[in-house]
């Protein structure tokens, strides 16, 4: 009789083991992700706000001392959009940070990142060398070329650079939604600095290569899915000598000069990059 059970024994004892262990496997996860959930619905958004100066708030003539140099100001865009919703503020953006220089020093930042908005490419352009160049009178300067020049590298070189990055961030933030910022309009046709030669002409040809460089961001935005935020027609009516600023003409110290002023971020970048960051890009 004692070895007539054994096997029955056995086998009842097999397959209770089994019904645990599958019980315990099907328990497991949903337990793991229970007690995670309201740690993440209980903690704020990460928001992490990457490029150069017109991201980092230069204009505003107010900056953290961070010791990074990189003239981050609270009256910045991504300062105001995080204050406004709530969000955690991780404030990469970097004055004169080129497409290279984000892609290789502003990157980590983006782990666990919710939202990301990145604004760069205007240094690879060296728009300030053209800005200056341009700003002199005709007959010691030769803005024709330096725009040409401009516009050689959004045209051919840009473009590279651009998908390389975008690819990285949705590498780096496969969850988040990004939004590509664009570069507003600067000037309006008329030159009102008693300082600056900038004909009519050229403003034309400068503003065409804003268009341009929007253009060329446009584009790697879509190609990875990204949001875009074009601040072209929100500045409208508020270039460099309009009658309401949103733009710095030229300034003291240089470095403020034809860059988003304080009412620029507020006004015409922080609704427009919010509502986008808030649309799912």
């Known amino acids: 009789m004692h070895r007539s059970l054994t096997p029955a024994l056995g086998i009842a004892l097999g397959l209770a083991l089994g019904l645990l262990l599958t019980l315990a496997l099907a328990a497991g996860p949903p337990a793991r992700a229970a007690a995670?959930?309201?740690?993440?619905?209980?903690?704020?958004?990460?928001?992490?706000?990457?490029?150069?100066?017109?991201?980092s708030g230069v204009?505003?003539?107010?900056?953290?001392?961070?010791?990074?140099?990189?003239?981050?100001?609270?009256?910045?865009?991504?300062?105001?959009?995080?204050?406004?919703?709530?969000?955690?503020?991780?404030?990469?953006a970097c004055s004169g940070a080129t497409v290279r220089?984000?892609?290789?020093?502003?990157l980590a930042a983006l782990v666990g990142a919710d939202y990301v908005s990145v604004g760069v490419g205007g240094n690879d352009a060296r728009f300030k060398a053209v800005l200056t160049e341009c700003a002199l009178p005709r007959w010691v300067s030769d803005c024709g070329?330096?725009?040409?020049?401009?516009?050689?590298?959004?045209?051919?070189?840009?473009?590279?650079?651009?998908t390389r990055l975008m690819r990285r961030i949705d590498a780096r933030a496969p969850?988040?939604?990004?939004?590509?910022?664009?570069?507003?309009?600067?000037?309006?046709?008329?030159?009102?600095?008693?300082?600056t030669w900038f004909s009519p002409a050229e403003q034309r040809r400068l503003n065409a290569t804003q268009r341009a460089?929007?253009?060329?961001?446009?584009?790697?935005?879509?190609?990875?899915?990204?949001?875009?935020?074009?601040?072209?027609?929100?500045?409208?009516?508020?270039?460099?000598?309009?009658?309401?600023?949103?733009?710095?003409?030229?300034?003291r110290p240089?470095?403020?000069?034809?860059?988003?002023?304080?009412?620029?971020?507020?006004?015409?970048?922080?609704?427009?990059?919010g509502a986008r960051l808030r649309a799912g890009g």
Not at 68 to 88: E, K
Not at 181 to 194: A, I, Q, S, T
Request: proline share 6%; net charge positive.
């Open 59 to 92: 204009g505003t003539r107010d900056y953290l001392d961070d010791k990074s140099g990189c003239l981050r100001s609270t009256r910045a865009f991504p300062h105001r959009l995080a204050r406004a919703q709530g969000w955690r503020l991780r404030f990469e």
């Open 175 to 195: 969850g988040a939604v990004v939004v590509v910022v664009g570069y507003p309009r600067l000037f309006m046709g008329e030159d009102c600095n008693v300082a």
């Open 213 to 251: 460089l929007n253009a060329a961001l446009r584009t790697a935005a879509g190609a990875e899915g990204f949001g875009f935020a074009d601040p072209t027609t929100r500045f409208t009516g508020h270039a460099v000598c309009d009658d309401t600023e949103w733009i710095n003409g030229l300034s």
């Open 145 to 162: 070329m330096a725009v040409d020049g401009a516009g050689a590298v959004v045209r051919d070189v840009l473009p590279g650079r651009l």
């Open 254 to 273: 240089l470095r403020e000069s034809y860059h988003p002023n304080r009412a620029g971020h507020r006004d015409g970048y922080a609704p427009l990059v």
């Open 101 to 106: 220089q984000v892609r290789r020093r502003q």
């Open 36 to 55: 995670a959930e309201p740690a993440r619905r209980d903690a704020p958004p990460v928001y992490v706000a990457l490029g150069d100066s017109f991201s």
